[in-house]
């Protein structure tokens, strides 16, 4: 992924910030995707954030992109193919699609 | 087939590369709390490239500091004790293990999966209130045992490599059927040798089978379970990758909902790319 570090005072308007922001816990404050609008990025610099990584927009064009269902799910049968030959159960199995093609729980 | 005997393995292991001593301190002394903040400073300042590498990685989007960590002590300071601890153990284990010459013995990859593993091992204990620290060093140790095996034995483990592409099976049965060992067996013996807790141990030998003295679940749950999510992730960018087994058993002990598992997917794959490049770099 196509991305770049700006200072907070330096971001374009509204861009897509492309890592999390995490606290000194390590809790995501502002989770990877998110659009940096104006009240956005008042937020951070209020919480002491100076520097963000944004995607340029190659990279936004890129990831905003909806995956497709038939590639995801062809993919999972391929990894998965252990617990499909042997009838082993694996939950993951069945979670990992919807949360790749962002369909609610 | 290379037969091996355990003998073999254990010669095997004690030729690996010494760990650093700062390396072999910071182990001993994971999960205790009786270390100063300045004492380990001094001890990471002692090697530069684990200084470096820590440094590095505290700066990285996995702790998403807002301002540049310069020095050990500010990383101490900010980060808290445990957390550069853990930060300059993993940074030193990853710095030991250099390119071995195994045919089609796939070096990126395995960190990848290997750093994959240990952040999804640290979210799964955070989860369920675990000590987050043990789990990270856990996590990217888990397989340690395959890559003792093929920097040992790059020849007996090539021909393991061959028969799992030829027969399309997990690399724990490969390994059984060529070599008569595998893996995880190879993983507790050589965490022994660098004098792992054995809590951890045990962890890393029973990371394919895990096991619990109770209902409550196991530092071996979580890192089977985290190896299964970064299997399924498909984070590791091979193309073959395989899924292991699940042990229910593990996972009944953990019981993970849909929603607290696609918050570990996401935690692991937000954090993952700025690891691998502070770590792996």
Known sequence: ?105 | MTRLSAQQVVAGVRDLPTLPAVVVELIESLGKNDISAGELAVKISHDQALAAKTLRLANSSFYGMSRQVTSLADATAILGLRTVRCVATAAGLAGVMSMGSCKGFDFKAFWRHSVATALCTRGLARARRMDEETAFVVGLLHDIGRLALASCFPAAYAQVIAYQAAHDCLPLDAERFVLGTDHAVAGALITEHWRFTPAIVEAIRGHHDPFSASDAASLGDLVHIADNIAHGLDLSGTPDDIVPPLSMDAWLRLALDEGECREIFHGTESQYESVCQALLA
């Open chain 1, 1 to 105: 992924m196509s991305k770049i570090v700006l200072g907070i005072d330096d971001l374009p308007g509204d861009g897509v910030l492309a890592d999390p922001v995490c606290g000194a816990q390590g809790q995501v404050l502002l989770a990877a995707g998110s659009v940096l609008t104006r009240r956005v990025v008042e937020s951070l610099r209020r919480l002491g954030v100076r520097t963000l990584t944004i995607e340029t927009p190659a990279a936004a064009a890129t990831s905003r992109v909806a995956p497709d269902a038939q590639q995801v799910h062809a993919r999972v049968r391929v990894l998965f193919r252990h617990a499909i030959r042997t009838g082993v159960v694996n939950p993951l199995m069945h979670f990992i699609p919807p949360y790749r093609l962002g369909d609610a729980p």
